[in-house]
Each structure stands twice: as structure tokens, then as C-alpha cells.
């Protein structure tokens, strides 16, 4: 069984307070922030990145609740502030896909991406960030950013979620989700939260050969099939030590920096657990950002024109 969700949190490798992994310092972004979106009763929190002094990105699914209507939408914009930034939206779009795939594709859903009005423009101190608009994404650090909850690699996701405090630590794309959804659309970018090992090396299972050029052209299929064996000759990056990261819940629609650009919108997580198929590349067996999971960004290059 393949266990899937679209919540997003920043879990490192290291102790989360380790100050290596703080939105501070030299790896400070102050105009990521985090959000409060309440629908009726219910409310949760997500990331959003400033992009203009009156817009930010976020990830669509931040901003979808079913049939039931938003009624409230905060951004707290706090680090390297001496006083937090709160501002409330005027308005939001949501990329057109995303409605359009979500009823079959769910957590997969293309589009996942929205752009909110601010009532009033950020302060001069908080920075807005471009877009990264080459195609070029792949192999390559990836810093990724995110006020969700903390936890670390052989434990999963144990803490929760900040409005104050964000995460920050790297990882690498490997691929789309193309060779696994077998649609065509190039318009997600994969990684795996690496053990500094080949055990928990989920990119070699899920996107090896073995699925994509050997038993059938998409992997949900030939995991009906009898287990295969990894190629260990493709995806053999092993993470970045104590500097790697994986995000789910909270982190959702934080951004991913290439060179200082927006690269990715936090999307989505999926593991197989521990399965046959998997063959135990999942550390803790669940889907709870331990490592041996993936996780997927709504690509920014894709969009970048919308």
C-alpha cells in the first residue's frame, strides 16, 4: 500500500535546535512566513514565500478545504525581525490545474500552487525572492525552508509546528514524477530524505530502471508485480550528512531555493513503507517523514509564466 498525504514539515537529521538548522544567520530567508488559514471551526498552519512586497506563494492545497469557504488567512513574518510581521489576505488564486486534477489525482494534483494578495506591503526590512526559472533543477543543493513541525530522521515527525521559528537544511532533486504518474507532466519535482547510506535510498527504488525502462513504463504497475531488486547504478546521491532535511506537514507551501531563487513549492509526501516491495527503505515503516520517504515540490520553472 502506498500511503500518501499532502502535509509538509522540516525534519532534519541532527537535534532540531541544532542552530545549523535555524532561518538565521547566513541561511536567513525573512520573507519566508508562516500562515494561519481557518475554515470555520477548523484551522491549520502552512509556509508561504514572499515574492512582491504585496504577494506571496503558497501551495494550493493550503487554500482548499473541500466545499468549505476560508474565512480567515494570516501571514506571520518574523525571522530576523525584532517584532513579527502579521498581515491578513485580500484575495488568493489557485493555478487551474489544480482544481482540474485534483478529484482523481489527489495528493498528486498538478497545479498546487496559489498566489495571495496582502492587505499591506511588507516592510522594507522582509525580502522578497525571485523565481527560478531554468529547467535545470536536478542534482543540485536545494535548500529548503519551512515552519511546520521538527523531528528527526530515524524518529519521524514528534514535535509540532511554529509560527515563529522555521527550519532550514538541504536536499537535491532527482527527478520528476513524470516516470512514476506516467502523464507526461513534468511540472513536480521528487527527492528522498537520504540516511548517508544505500538502506533508505528510497530514489533507487521507486524511480530505478527496474520501473521505468524495464518490467513497464510506470511504476504503480509493476509494484502489482513480484518484488525487483534496486539498480544501484542510478540515484546514488546518499544526502548531505547532517545537513539534509525532508519536509511534510506544516512546511507545505514553503519554498525550495536554488541559488537563491524559488525552485519549489512543498507539495506532498508518499512512502511504501515497509512492504515487500519497499523492502524496508522506509526507516520507521509509516508515513512520517522518517528517512526512506519522498517528498515532492510543485515546480516553479513550470509555472513560472502563470
Known sequence: MIYIANDTYTITVGLPDDPRYANAGENLRNGVGAIFIGFGERGFSCTATAISKTHVLTAAHCVRDGENPLDTLLFVFSA?????????????????????????????????????????????????????????????????????????????????????????????????????????????????????????????????????????????????????????SVFADRGYGKLEVGTARGDSGGPSFIDGKIAGVHSFGFTHGCDTYANGTDFTCGLDSSYGEMSGDARVSFYASW
Open 80 to 232: 530576523g525581525l525584532e517584532v513579527p510581521f502579521i498581515a491578513e489576505a485580500t484575495g488568493f488564486v489557485v493555478h487551474p490545474y489544480y482544481d482540474t486534477f485534483l478529484p482523481s489525482y489527489g495528493a498528486f494534483a498538478h497545479g498546487d500552487m496559489a498566489v495571495l494578495e496582502l492587505a499591506q506591503a511588507l516592510p522594507d526590512s522582509v525580502e522578497p525572492y525571485e523565481l527560478y526559472r531554468g529547467s535545470d533543477e536536478f542534482e543540485k543543493a536545494v535548500r529548503h525552508n519551512g515552519h511546520g513541525a521538527f523531528g528527526t530522521g530515524n524518529k519521524g515527525a514528534t514535535g509540532g509546528s511554529d509560527f515563529f521559528y522555521a527550519r532550514t537544511g538541504l536536499n537535491m532533486y532527482e527527478s520528476t514524477m513524470a516516470p512514476f504518474l506516467g502523464d507526461g507532466f513534468p511540472d513536480q519535482l521528487v527527492m528522498d530524505f537520504d540516511s548517508n547510506g544505500t538502506k533508505h535510498n528510497a530514489m533507487q527504488w521507486w524511480f530505478s530502471s527496474a520501473f521505468v525502462n524495464g518490467n513497464t513504463d510506470n511504476p504503480v504497475v509493476a509494484q502489482k508485480k513480484p518484488h525487483v531488486k534496486r539498480d544501484q
